[in-house]
């Protein structure tokens, strides 16, 4: 449990500073009159939504199963990840309207350049600052182990690093802003990092949507599950293949194989389970042995 704890303290003082920066930056777009900061702002928000569907699935691994839940509360995390989804596309279309707006009709009031640039510098402080205490995260559990959580860690500081390049865009906004005088610079920066934005998570959003309807995480490959069990000595036929997400981090997996008769079914049990466990990630596998092919039509995969 305190390995649950230490391992969560990354994450809550991520999304604690990530979220007052965020609020802060829509305050100061609303005052600098930018469009770019109110795009980076929800970029930064996309930070906030990533580290708390990570830190989820860390709250997730800690929670006990009950009678009533099962399989716990894994599956948490690709709820709190549609949520993200859904908002993430409501941002898009909120700077692209907002961009669009500003270069058809040219605002009235002056883009303030000197603070867009403060506020997207403090903005690279954060993100750096955050991603170093991802990366001293990443040690393996009290087994060894790396497991979901721990790749999301590393998948946040990836993610945190890159988003400083964008706040350095939006600082070259605002001093060219600043220079030059043309302010329709802050939408057209506004709408690249929308595009940036749609560009980065469009990948976790096609995913999200596969594991909300329970289908196989991109990151299994059914295909070579379905031949290993076919051509495994002894298997003769299988039906109701079933491989589906538990949670951002886990997948699951259920089969019927039946067998020949020679076959010691506990050792098969025990290096099917293991194979699939350790070769295709496979984090619950569920095996019903039958010592006769079924004749009534059945799911093959």
């Not at 640039?117 to 790396?146: C, K, Q, W, Y």
């Not at 790749?151 to 060219?176: C, E, Q, R």
């Not at 589906?244 to 194989?257: C, G, I, Y």
Request: charge should be negative.
């Amino acid at each position: 449990m305190e390995q649950v704890k230490m391992r969560q303290t990354p994450y809550v003082i991520g999304i604690t500073l990530n979220l007052i920066f965020v609020l802060t930056e829509l305050v100061f777009a609303k005052l600098a009159h930018s469009t770019a900061l109110f795009a980076d702002a929800f970029h930064n928000l996309s930070d906030v939504l990533a580290l708390v569907i990570a830190w989820l699935a860390v709250v997730a691994f800690g929670l006990k199963a009950t009678r009533k839940h099962t399989y716990g509360w894994h599956n948490v995390s690709i709820l709190a990840s549609v949520f993200n989804s859904i908002l993430l596309l409501f941002a898009v279309v909120t700077i692209f309207y907002e961009g669009i707006r500003d270069l058809i009709v040219v605002p009235t009031i002056h883009t303030n350049g000197i603070m867009i640039t403060i506020v997207a510098a403090v903005g690279i402080g954060i993100n750096f600052f955050t991603a170093m205490l991802f990366r001293a995260s990443g040690a393996p559990d009290e087994h060894g182990h790396h497991h979901g959580q721990d790749l999301n860690a590393k998948t946040a500081y990836i993610h945190l690093l890159s988003d400083a390049g964008v706040s350095v865009g939006v600082i070259l906004a605002g001093i060219l802003i600043q220079l030059t005088g043309i302010h329709m610079i802050d939408a057209i920066v506004s709408m690249i990092i929308g595009v940036i934005i749609l560009v980065t998570s469009w990948p976790v959003m096609t995913s999200t949507f596969t594991m909300a309807i329970n289908g196989v995480p991109k990151t299994i490959n059914e295909t070579a599950i379905l031949s290993y069990l076919k051509q495994y000595p002894g298997v003769e036929k299988l039906h109701d293949l079933h491989i589906w997400p538990l949670s951002t981090t886990e997948t699951a997996l259920t089969v019927h194989l039946s067998v020949s008769p020679d076959v010691d079914t506990q050792v098969l049990l025990e290096d099917m389970s293991q194979t699939l466990r350790q070769k295709y990630e496979i984090h619950h596998v569920t095996i019903q042995i039958e010592r006769h092919a079924m004749n009534q039509p059945c799911n093959l995969i």
